[in-house]
């Protein structure tokens, strides 16, 4: 059992927690049993680590079934070890390290993509995770994230995407211009959100077309030169009282709104 918090082993892992980190080495932290769960289910290959507290078998018995399928030991810590670890405050049991696993654009576009979401300038990583969980329930085939986006394995977008990081490809780096360069040479129209665009549910006759859904910064949305990139912009209509909507509720919007035209 590990048992010294301070151990170069436990450092290392907590390292993860830092982009940094996470950049030089490749890998990123992966916390608690629902997210080891789908990482087990979807990409054992990725898992390099698993770090286990007494007890957590005991409650997630089907997490050491599948570690044992996958020939996966789990190392036991104790309690002190798995809270350095962590990057919540209050660790679920287990903590693993996995390694990253994007893809490049082009990779991501090559199936013959219907649905996308790119996120530009996207800093929140509350955000950032509830939108990959959205398209992954919308059955978008993949993310993007461009310019200065949260980087996608941070450790609160990884808790946030609810296991769906697992689920569906992510890209992430460069541009915004080339990013939808791509998109459109695939074949796809690009839709902004943006509070000054056309009432969303004005495009139904668009809708069915493969589309991919553009998302801006959290407080000052997107530039009017990248807005003047996009085929159309688009607004979620607010017919109530709310004063606006949160980023990632308007994305989900969006997003479920393209894939029920285009599986209807």
Not at 106 to 117: F, I, K, S, W
Not at 160 to 182: D, R, Y
């Amino acid at each position: 059992m590990i048992d010294n918090p301070r151990s170069p082993r436990v450092r290392a892992v907590a390292k993860l927690a830092k982009r940094a980190a996470r950049e030089e080495t490749g890998l990123f932290l992966v916390e608690g049993p629902q997210a080891l769960r789908e990482a087990l289910t979807f990409h054992p290959e990725l898992l390099v680590d698993v770090y286990a507290a007494k007890g957590v078998f005991d409650r997630h018995p089907e997490l050491g079934r599948s570690l044992a399928a996958a020939g996966i030991e789990p190392e036991p810590v104790s309690d002190a070890v798995l809270e350095a670890m962590a990057d919540t405050v209050t660790p679920q049991g287990v903590v693993a390290v996995a390694r990253q696993f994007p893809v490049t654009i082009r990779d991501l576009l090559a199936q013959g993509a219907r649905l996308v979401a790119i996120l530009e300038e996207v800093r929140d990583p509350g955000n950032a995770g509830t939108i990959i969980r959205a398209a992954d329930a919308a059955g978008a085939d993949g993310v993007i994230l461009t310019g200065k986006s949260v980087d996608a394995f941070n450790p609160k977008v990884v808790r946030s995407t609810t296991g769906s990081i697992f689920h569906l490809p992510l890209a992430q780096g460069g541009t915004l211009e080339n990013a939808l360069h791509l998109v459109k040479a695939a074949g796809m129209q690009v839709f902004a959100a943006d509070i000054s665009g056309e009432e969303l549910p004005t495009l139904r006759e668009r809708l069915p077309e493969p589309t991919a859904w553009l998302f801006g910064n959290e407080a000052h949305g997107l530039a009017d030169e990248q807005l003047a990139l996009a085929d159309r912009a688009v607004r979620v209509p607010i017919y109530g009282h709310a004063e606006s909507m949160n980023l990632a509720t308007a994305a989900s919007v969006c997003l479920y709104q393209s894939a029920f035209s285009q599986r209807s």
